[in-house]
């Protein structure tokens, strides 16, 4: 691909090969790899990939017109898979790489990859444009003080708990507390989360000691000062996707969704880092969601929460929607 090609030249929201021709001939080529199709067969799965008037179009060419190559004879009235493998990847769109090259700028993307993957990436994606820069982005209301993505120490700790929650292994941590208290801590890392508003990672875990599971643990990661996957064993019984606030919070934030503006879906996305319950309510055809979140994340919640709009509806706790109806004065008062 040409760099210089202009935005309109090189991105287009819908390609060709997503498109119904290409699903069709596609379900050809993995059937046919492992069992011999008739023409009947490829009609069949043509109209039930594409449209009915398709198959008169696509069948001719895959047999003996200019997609034969694709096809090989395995009998007089059947056809095989001439390719090598029935595994069929799609490739990626030019808008696709596009977005990859601009998360390739992203120094909390960077983290998740290592030096040799990242430069693999790099060379891969060198002759595209990046989709958006990261200055074309200004975040309000986030702290300045985020977590050193780039700090060679700190890359090590990230990569160290991304092996230790993909291979579920204790994790022996060297951590300073707010007060400056250094401590050893022994933790069953259960995943990573990310706060938007303070612009840093946390490590959400449960601790150990002596084999024995004890509390939950939240670790700000710019805090472990080192760590190293632990030798000792799992302890018998623990649950690793077990719920982690949802047990400690009792009191959810408690919200109603409309059945409008794709707003569940949007919700979904958008509190995916939450521990979250959603039931639909037939009644009133809206979904009752319980939000279950880290206190230290409340006002950041908040602000998510109104920013929504009329689609949802905070229905508590009291406490939560004190808070709600201050935050709503006060800007009702800037304006009015």
Known sequence: MNAKKTTAETFTLFEEIYGSYFQAVRRILEQSFHTPLTLQDMYRLVRACAFEESASVIVPKLTKGPWSALLKRDGEKTWKSALRTSSLKMPLTSLQKSWLKALLNDVRFRLFFTEEQLTRLSEELKEIPALYRQEDFRCFDQYADGDSYEDPAYRTVFRTILQAISSRKPL????????????????????????????????????????????????????????????????????????????????????????????????????????KRTVYDPDTDTWLCSLYYDPSDETELLIELLSFGPVIRILGPENFLKQVRERVKRQYELFF
Not at 174 to 185: C, D, E, I, N, V
Not at 197 to 206: C, E, P, Q, S, Y
Request: proline fraction near 7%; aromatic fraction near 8%.
């Open 172 to 275: 022996f941590t060297a951590y300073s507390g707010k007060k400056g208290r250094h401590m050893t801590l022994e933790i069953l890392p259960c995943r990573l989360q990310y706060s938007q508003k303070d612009d840093k990672f946390r490590l959400l875990g449960i601790s150990v000691h002596h084999g024995r599971i004890g509390a939950p643990m939240i670790l700000n990661l710019a805090r472990i000062e080192g760590c190293h996957l632990s030798r000792n064993p799992v302890p018998a019984g623990f649950d690793w996707n077990t719920p982690f606030l949802s047990e400690n919070r009792p009191e959810p934030v408690q919200i109603r969704i409309a059945n409008e503006r794709n707003a569940l879906e949007r919700c979904m996305l958008h509190f995916a880092n939450y521990e």
